[in-house]
Structures are given as C-alpha cells and as structure tokens.
C-alpha cells in the first residue's frame, strides 16, 4: 500500500503542480485514488485546451498519433510504441550522479506528443518511521549488477551479440549522451519461457546485434537485480521479453522513444530500431553539431586567451626591459653624476691645497725676505753673492761676510725663482756643494768672501 506521501509526491511528477495543498485537495477530493485523481486532471486540462503544466512540450498533450501527424512524422504502426518522458526513481539516480552534476540541456528529444508521468512510488518518498522506501544502490553495486550480467549474457550466447556496458544505467545514459546515441535498454528476465529464443534469435542475431553496436549503446539488466527491478517498474515493464530506446532529457527524466514487449522476429526489431533512429536523428545530429560549436567555441577562447596571455607576457617583458633600461641609464647617469662631483671636490680640493701651499710659500718667502734685512752696501767686510738658477736666470746681492749659508739659502727662497725646496748650492771652481750640513757655516768661514759665484742644483 502506498503511503500518502508517495501518492503526493506522484501525483505532483505527473501532473506538474508544485502547490501541494492544492495537489493533497485533489487527491482527497477522489478518495485519495491517484490514478482516478490524475485521469480527472488530465481529461480536464485537455476538455479546457489548457497548457499542461509540466516539464514537457505543450504538443505532450496530444496522443502519439496526433503528435506525429501535426510534426510531419509518419504515425508509428506498432501499437507497442509508446512516447513517454519518463522521471527516474531516486533510487535509480543515485547510482551515479554524473548525469545531474554533468546534465547537458539538450531539451526533449522525442519526436512524438510526450506523456508525462511519475514513478515516485518507487523508490521516492519516505517510508514509516522515516525510513528510505527503497535501499539506495551505490556506483559500485550498480556497476557490479551490470558487470555480472553482462558475464553471465556473454556465457549463454557467446557469439554474436550485443555489445552491453557493464556499468550502472545512470552511466549508461551519460555514455549515451556523450557519444551523441540513443541507449538501447534491455531487461531480461531469466525465467520467462520467450526469454532464451528471444535472445538467441532476435537480439543475438547478427543483423540486429551488428546495427545495435553501430547506432546504439546498450544496457542490459536481469530484473532480479535491483537495478533491473527499479528499471522494469519505471518503464512499466508488463510483458517479457523487453527492450526501450530511450535517451536523456533534462533533470532527472529520460525520453521513452520506443518499448517492445514480447516476442519479436529480427525483422520487426530492425525495422523499429531503424525507425526510432531515423526519427531521432535529427535532434541527434543537432546535438552534436551543437556540442562542436561549443568545443570550437571554447577552442577560439582557449586559443584567444593563449594569445592574449602571450601578448600581455611580451608587453610585461617589454615594459620590464624598458623600466631596467631606464633604471641602468639612471644608475648610470648617478654615477656619472657622482665621479663628476668627486672630481670637481677633487679639483677643488686640489686647487685649494695648492693655494694654500702656494700662500704658504708666499708666507714663507716675506718672512725669510724679512728675515735677510737690509742688504749692505759695499765694503771690506762684505761678500758680494752671484746665484744662477737652472733657468739660466741670475740673481745678485751682498751678504755681510759673517752671514751663514743659510742666509743664502733664505734670500733664493725669498726669490720664488724655484718650485721646488730640495735643492743645494753648489760652487764651479773648485767644485764644492754646500749643503745642510754646512749652512750654518759663515761665507767667510765657507771661503766664499769677498765674491762668490753660486749655482743651484736640484736634488
């Protein structure tokens, strides 16, 4: 018995209403009798020619027959074919998530009016106390449930065959849209006397297995599984053997394009794989063209960054040497301008010690000039001094004949005639230098009184 919240819970998927006061009216207004309630919602929206407030087109309204003939779609033959846009079992979706995280909008993909429906009564809604209504299947058991029915398929019918996936439905489906097919679903029940001719001679036979693995890509599950269970309930599995087309929408929901119940000839299934596949070809075919266009759109962005990226990193490397030739030539004129100013210190330096030393000099020579007096006048008891200097010029005073040497010495000082202060005194004939040792020597005592003819020599 299904509780109350399952029965809201379906009743909200199937008829799109999001208010669920107005949803729990309805129900309680049929005796809580979900297929009364949505057989009255359904006959009322279409009596009024409303829009169905759903997640559907509003051509889903119309049967299959109706929707095909206004989209220019010849009607289907096979009363067996059934559109439908079909919303996944949580219990389901939770096997892998990758087909909600990495949902594509694509939109409905079914070429025919769509009948919207639930199947929150399995494996939705809460059960008593709290509980999950439904055990949750992990990636890893689903996939584990694909692998061993794909081993076990293998092993009956080793042969030819189609080629399943041995992962999870969700997996599945998400393979699906991203190779840009439809995902052909097969539950196969092992225990159903149709089930072994069925498999050996329709689904296994080399026209149908070659065109299945060329167009589709296939799932299989046992319903004794739990996968293949849930997947049986949501696609109101009621006769087997039992094969689907389907392909994903968006949110949680899968488009039902085609189901076949029974025993079917390789004739007849071909011909309905084929049919289901020209229909949906176009939609397909826009799909991928559509996800092309994205990836060379992405690709002129990548490349357009790439290229940005690299014309910003030769303008950084350009500013970054222009701002390090700017910076040498600045430390270069700094240094410049630095050994300019120590230069100009030095000069300065330089010329202000050498007029120091010159006015010393000149201090030296007024003093040495006071220091000589008066020079005498001629007399018995005066030397008369002749001092020739290496320039050739000659210069002549008379000394009293008690004066020393360096008397001498002080009056060529005076003279400023010499740039230099290590010079001596020197006599031609004889040959005598009267250096420092004998300055203190009077020129009498020296032998240079009453005349003397002194040169300089530098030393």
């Not at 219990?91 to 993909?109: E, K, M, N, T």
């Not at 690299?310 to 222009?322: K, P, T, V, Y």
């Not at 202060?421 to 020129?443: A, H, I, M």
């Amino acid at each position: 018995m299904v509780d109350v919240a399952d029965k809201l819970a379906c009743f909200q998927a199937v008829t799109g209403l999001e208010d669920p006061d107005l949803c729990t009216e309805i129900l309680q207004a049929h005796g809580w009798d979900l297929e009364l309630a949505i057989s009255s919602f359904t006959s009322s929206n279409q009596s009024s020619a409303s829009t169905i407030t759903s997640d559907s087109d509003p051509r889903d309204s119309l049967d299959p027959t109706q929707s095909a003939s206004s989209s220019g779609l010849v009607p289907a033959p096979n009363p067996s074919i059934a559109w439908k846009l079909v919303t996944l079992p949580f219990s389901v979706i939770s096997g892998s998530l990758g087909l909600v995280s990495g949902a594509v909008g694509l939109g409905l993909w079914a070429a025919g009016g769509v009948l919207s429906y639930s199947l929150g009564m399995i494996g939705l809604g809460a059960g008593r106390g709290g509980e999950s209504s439904a055990r949750l299947v992990s990636v890893s058991a689903a996939a584990s449930e694909a692998m061993e029915f794909v081993a076990a398929f293998e092993r009956d019918y080793p042969t030819t065959r189609p080629n399943f996936v041995g992962e999870g439905f969700m997996d599945a489906l998400q393979r699906s849209r991203n190779s840009f097919k439809l995902l052909f679903v097969y539950l196969h029940s092992p225990d159903h006397p149709d089930s072994p001719v069925f498999c050996g001679r329709t689904l296994c036979s080399e026209a149908v297995a070659a065109f299945v693995n060329e167009n589709f890509v296939a799932w299989g599950a046992d319903i004794r599984a739990s996968e293949g269970f849930k997947m049986s309930n949501s696609l109101k599995a009621s006769r087997f053997p039992f094969c689907a087309v389907v392909m994903p929408t968006t949110n949680q929901r899968i488009a039902l394009l085609q189901q076949v119940e029974g025993p079917t000839s390789p004739e007849e299934m071909l011909t309905m794989l084929q049919k289901v596949l020209e229909e949906s070809s176009p939609v397909l075919v826009a799909a991928r063209l559509d996800a092309e266009e994205r990836r060379n759109n992405m690709r002129l962005r990548e490349e357009q960054d790439a290229a940005y990226r690299a014309a910003l990193e030769a303008d950084q490397a350009r500013e970054r040497q222009r701002r390090e030739e700017q910076e040498r030539l600045e430390r270069e004129a700094a240094e410049a301008e630095q050994k300019r100013k120590e230069e100009e210190e030095a000069h300065e330096r330089a010329a202000r010690e050498a007029a120091e030393k010159e006015a010393a000099r000149a201090r030296m020579r007024e003093q040495k000039a006071l220091s000589l007096g008066d020079e005498p006048e001629k007399g018995p008891s005066v030397t008369q001094v002749l001092v020739r200097f290496p320039t050739g010029e000659r210069k002549e005073r008379r000394f009293h004949s008690t004066a020393t040497i360096q008397s001498v010495y002080d009056y060529v000082d005076s003279l400023g005639c010499l740039e230099v202060e290590d010079y001596s005194l020197v006599s031609n004939f004889p040959r005598v230098t009267y250096g420092r040792d004998k300055q203190s020597l009077s020129l009498k005592e020296a032998g240079l009184h009453p005349q003397a003819s002194l040169f300089v020599e530098l030393n």
